[in-house]
């Protein structure tokens, strides 16, 4: 390599370890791909993920000298990427597409050149690809292959540490939200529960915890199938989201139960305020497949703390019985749990046990 190569390689070692060792992720690709295109007169440069099934390859982040290139998939087969992933590198100097007939890409953006090396994690498993293209032959084969190489290293790395970022959210959204509403699940809700009663000792105001099962769920599924029940709950989830508070929490707990933790709520009036609004918009027609579905709506249990004081557990189940009283009231609106007839209750199961051990 000539000392004009050998000084401008230096270069980018030096940017490398320098200007991009503070970005992260996309901004990190996206720093080397214009590096290469922008000092080194190549005419793209890209970075991308490899799929889990290693069909396809995902550019998350490329430059050309027109400016920034949008992501895009990229079909792995017939490609000159397969053989880089596969022998860990590729060149092509010159006469690509003749020698890739089938990949249209490369017929499209015409290139007659292709570099490529692949990107490996700690075992040794390949996970992206780093390329680098020429709308004309390499005048220098010698030049892209240092540069390919003097990238490597980091790149893998770094992607690596993404996708090990990415897994570690991928396994926190599994345990914590519902994968169909994308809510916060029983699990998560629970702590939140726990966390605004806590908080509330602090502000003095109430906590409502309010249990809400859709009406006429059941027959959706029945009669119209269980895409169009799926559909019901996302679009519910998102009228409920867009009605509370940022401060509130809405949660499903599995099925057509949702749970909505509202804070720092002054009185009952108060908390009617949010249901009543949140009753008007689930009862609003839904529309799927050019049908409307005009028959739903929501029976709502509500507990305050600390008005029906007790643990997280005790207000899920307190509110659970105000929504069975709110549907045996008529469905379509929300009950506020009676402490008072809770105890008659519970003194009548406590009086039967007795009579029923003297007996």
């Not at 991308?48 to 027109?66: Q, R």
């Not at 998560?188 to 009663?197: E, G, K, N, Y």
């Not at 009036?269 to 949140?278: E, H, Q, S, Y």
């Not at 799927?288 to 004081?309: H, M, R």
Request: proline share 3%; charged share 25%.
């Amino acid at each position: 390599m000539s000392n004009y190569y050998a000084t401008i390689i230096l270069e980018a070692l030096t940017q490398l370890t320098t200007a991009f060792a503070p970005l992260k992720s996309v901004e990190y690709y996206e720093a080397i791909c214009r590096y290469t295109v922008e000092h080194f007169d190549f005419d793209y440069a890209f970075v991308g993920e490899l799929d889990s099934i290693s069909k396809s390859i995902h550019a998350v982040c490329g430059w050309s000298k027109e400016g920034a290139i949008k992501p895009f998939h990229y079909d792995v087969k017939n490609s000159p990427c397969h053989n880089t992933l596969s022998h860990s590198h590729a060149f092509y100097p010159h006469n690509v597409q003749q020698t890739f007939p089938k990949d249209k890409l490369l017929l499209e953006m015409g290139i007659e050149a292709y570099a490529g090396i692949a990107l490996f994690n700690k075992s040794q498993e390949p996970i992206g690809v780093f390329v680098i293209l020429n709308k004309t032959p390499f005048d220098n084969s010698s030049l892209a292959e240092h540069i390919l190489k003097l990238y490597n290293n980091s790149l893998s790395a770094e992607m690596e540490r993404c996708t090990s970022e990415q897994n570690t959210i991928n396994l926190k959204n599994i345990a914590y939200y519902d994968p169909l509403t994308k809510l916060p699940n029983r699990l998560l809700i629970t702590d939140r529960i726990r966390q605004a009663i806590k908080n509330q000792s602090r502000k003095g105001k109430s906590v409502a915890i309010c249990l809400m099962d859709l009406d006429g769920f059941k027959e959706i599924n029945d009669t119209l199938g269980h895409d169009a029940g799926d559909y019901v709950l996302i679009e519910s989830s998102q009228r409920i989201a867009n009605t509370i508070r940022p401060e509130d929490t809405i949660a499903r707990l599995g099925g057509d139960e949702f749970v909505m933790v509202i804070t720092d709520a002054i009185d009952s009036k108060d908390v009617g305020k949010i249901l009543l609004r949140i009753l008007k918009n689930i009862s609003k027609p839904y529309y799927y497949q050019n049908k409307t579905i005009g028959t739903i709506s929501a029976s709502i249990g509500v507990t305050l703390y600390p008005e029906d004081g007790a643990d997280d557990d005790t207000l899920l189940r307190h509110a659970d019985q105000a929504m069975y009283k709110a549907k045996e009231n008529g469905k379509n609106q929300f009950y506020f749990f009676d402490t008072q007839e809770h105890q008659k209750v519970q003194a009548n199961f406590k009086a039967l046990t007795k009579i029923k051990k003297g007996s």
